[in-house]
């Protein structure tokens, strides 16, 4: 059936880019690589990213509003790396009992057994935690306008919209439905989580154009960055080290400014 499907994909787009969690289950892992060898495929893309599960649903929003622009399916695929350090994801949890994403001291570990406890944490682009109350600043967001996406689990709290959107200065807030893996994700179903990005397809488009583009001395594909998101392979050392632009080795510069 999987291989059925991807053959069609591959007919009617001619390129797949498939976008999936660091998270997954070993075996659907084996299974995607199963499906693409089966169909002796240069065409498609597999790429495994270090966001949550709601993240990487906005990674791949993202990615959608960037192939229908003039950009070939391998700068569309190398893209993600780029734009994964622009999207500020997390989630507010009752408990970190069962987290282990971010370092989680022991101290922290006790307060989750206090009833009512609360704590914001941000995977990325870099890793935040902080307990939520009357006195506690929230974790640090971008410095740039963005968009915030929510998705509420069992908690119902309204935390995220009345304290960290105000503080992270979002342009517009939007509600998603939980996606299902985000209670593994997060160790936790009492949650709501949060990813705050890019909206702006021209900024997006900016963004990607700004960096160099090379040529995958393997495959033959378009790049952007030190490695393709076709075949992985690297950019020979001393054309990387001559080339690379900005996040994609040294960190995320500002996004261009609409």
């Known amino acids: 059936m999987a291989i059925g499907d991807m053959h069609v994909l591959l007919e009617q787009h001619g390129y797949v880019v498939a976008v999936y969690p660091t998270g997954i289950a070993p075996a659907h892992e084996r299974r995607l690589y199963s499906v693409r060898s089966v169909l002796e495929s240069d065409r498609i893309a597999l790429l495994k990213v270090d966001l949550p599960p709601l993240g990487v649903a906005v990674l791949v929003r993202q990615l959608r509003q960037l192939s229908i622009c003039d950009f070939s399916p391998g700068v569309v695929a190398s893209a993600a790396r780029l734009l994964s350090h622009y999207i500020h994801a997390g989630a507010l949890l009752n408990s970190v009992t069962k987290f282990d994403r971010v370092p989680v001291d022991l101290r922290t570990h006790a307060k989750s057994w206090v009833p009512g406890s609360q ?8 890793p935040q935690l902080v307990k939520v109350g009357p006195k506690a600043d929230p974790p640090t967001g971008p410095e740039f306008a963005t968009h ?15 304290t960290l959107a105000p503080a992270w200065q979002v342009q517009s807030i939007h509600e998603a439905a939980l996606p299902s893996d985000s209670p593994a994700w997060w160790g936790t179903g009492k949650l709501v989580e949060f990813a705050a990005y890019l ?10 154009a700004s960096v160099r583009r090379e040529n995958c001395h393997w495959c033959g594909m378009d790049l952007i960055g030190d490695r393709c998101g076709f075949c992985s392979s690297p950019l020979p050392a001393a054309e990387n080290r001559m080339h ?11 996004p261009p400014q609409s």
């Open 119 to 126: 704590f914001a944490v941000v995977a990325g682009p870099e």
């Open 148 to 162: 915030l996406m929510i998705a509420k689990g069992q908690s119902q709290s309204e935390w995220v919209k009345q």
């Open 199 to 208: 909206p702006d397809i021209s900024i997006l488009y900016q963004l990607v």
């Open 244 to 254: 690379s632009a900005g996040v994609l080795s040294q960190g995320a510069p500002a």
